[in-house]
Each structure stands twice: as structure tokens, then as C-alpha cells.
């Protein structure tokens, strides 16, 4: 049983560039969330999906920020015109979904974004 | 929103000591989880709590929700327990996780 797996695990970028980053979620989990997380903080909430659907975003998710999961399987974060506030570390966690009862997430190692 | 407070902020241990990490939330919750974040960012489940006590070897960990906390036991620290502690909750109507403000531990040899 692999774990959740991202892409790259590290991405340096000049500001105004765009950038992209994956995730593939265990196997059997239909639930996938990202979060975003700068030094010295927890984790905060962006986005996440059931399946192919994108049931809840953040106000953190600015229009530069877009999330797709297009066939319910991995999911692809998408950061347009990068800014030096955009450097931070972008987690990607999956779970079950809503037949299971509840909701262990389990995360990826993350992507470590730096916007010079 | 729910507001989730770690305590102590911050933990320097003698190996072999033991501890107890403090979760407390400001609504009823139903989900919650102990997260370790190692010194590479990678978090690790510890525990899926929302109510109840489990035991994991060293680690144990208890939810009272009704009184809006939670506790992580560890016992007999080891210099590999050194991290970043996080619990992380949702509460009705969605599921997204709220972290904690994070307790992080130093274990010193």
C-alpha cells in the first residue's frame, strides 16, 4: 500500500512564473484536500474534492490559484503570476469518503515552493 | 471559527522523560487527529481520536469532547520523538482539518 505521493517535492521560481504542482492520493481514497503551510504554522486549508468534485475552497485560494482532479484519481494545483507570499510548503492529503463514517486523512511529504 | 490552542508551545526533554501534550477547541468536533511533523515536514499519523483513549506503544492519547480537549501522552521520550506536535479537528458541516497551534519538542540525549 504506497502512500500519498507529490510532484516535485521541491520548486524554485522566479516571481510571475507559473507553476504546478501534483498529487496522487492512496489508491482507495476518494477524498483529496490541499493545504498550504508556512514556517512556524500549522497547516491551513485551501481545497478539497470528492471525487471529481470541488466541494469546498478557501478564501486563501485566490484567483491565481486553481485545483483540478478531472478523473477522480490525482489532482493538480496550479499557481498563476507566483508572488514571494506564495512561498511555502503545499500539502496534499487524501481520505475516504462519506460511506466509511469518518475522515482520517493521511498526507503526502509536500511540495516546498520557494517564489525568489 | 473554532479556535484550537496547543500547549506548551514549546518542550525541551531529557531522553527517557515523559510528557503530556494539551488539545483544547472551542466547539464540538467530529473528527480529530495527533499529527508528529518531523524535521523534514513530513507529517505522520499518530492517532484518529474523536473520543476515547487509544494506546500506540509509548504514545497514548485522549479525547474528552464533551469538554473540548484532548491529551498526547508520550512516555519514555526517545531523541526521535523530536518534532512538531500538531492536533487537527473538523467540526460539522465540513471536512476540512483546523490545525492546532503545534507544541514542538526537543528531546536532548
Known amino acids: 500500500d504506497t502512500g500519498v505521493s507529490q510532484d516535485p517535492r521541491h520548486k524554485i521560481t522566479k516571481r510571475g512564473q507559473n507553476v504546478t504542482f501534483r498529487c496522487d492520493p492512496i489508491?482507495?481514497?476518494?477524498?483529496l484536500y490541499w493545504y498550504r503551510q508556512t514556517l512556524g504554522q500549522g497547516p491551513e486549508f485551501l481545497t478539497y474534492?470528492?471525487?471529481?468534485?470541488?466541494?469546498?475552497k478557501s478564501r486563501l485560494l485566490s484567483d491565481r490559484f486553481s485545483a483540478e482532479r478531472p478523473k477522480g484519481s490525482f489532482s493538480t494545483l496550479e499557481i498563476q503570476r507566483t508572488e514571494q507570499g506564495d512561498s511555502a510548503m503545499y500539502l496534499c492529503?487524501?481520505?475516504?469518503?462519506?460511506?466509511?463514517?469518518?475522515?482520517?486523512?493521511?498526507f503526502g511529504p509536500g511540495t516546498r515552493l520557494t517564489v525568489l | 471559527g473554532i479556535q484550537v490552542e496547543q500547549s506548551p508551545p514549546d518542550l525541551i526533554l531529557q531522553e527517557g522523560a515523559n510528557s503530556t501534550l494539551r488539545c483544547n477547541f472551542s466547539?464540538?468536533?467530529?473528527?480529530l487527529q495527533w499529527f508528529h511533523q518531523n524535521p523534514w515536514g513530513q507529517l505522520i499519523n499518530l492517532f484518529y481520536?474523536?473520543?476515547g483513549t487509544k494506546q500506540n506503544g509509548r504514545l497514548s492519547a485522549t479525547t474528552v469532547a464533551t469538554e473540548r480537549y484532548s491529551l498526547l501522552y508520550i512516555s519514555s521520550s526517545q531523541t526521535t520523538d523530536s518534532g512538531v506536535y500538531f492536533c487537527?479537528?473538523?467540526?460539522?458541516?465540513?471536512?476540512?482539518?483546523?490545525f492546532g497551534t503545534g507544541t514542538r519538542l526537543k528531546v536532548l540525549a
Open positions: 492529503a487524501s481520505s475516504f469518503g462519506w460511506d466509511r463514517g469518518y475522515n482520517e486523512q493521511f
Open positions: 489508491s482507495e481514497h476518494n477524498r
Open positions: 474534492f470528492q471525487n471529481e468534485a470541488q466541494l469546498e
Open positions: 466547539d464540538s468536533v467530529n473528527n
Open positions: 481520536i474523536p473520543s
Open positions: 487537527a479537528l473538523t467540526t460539522s458541516g465540513t471536512y476540512k482539518y483546523i
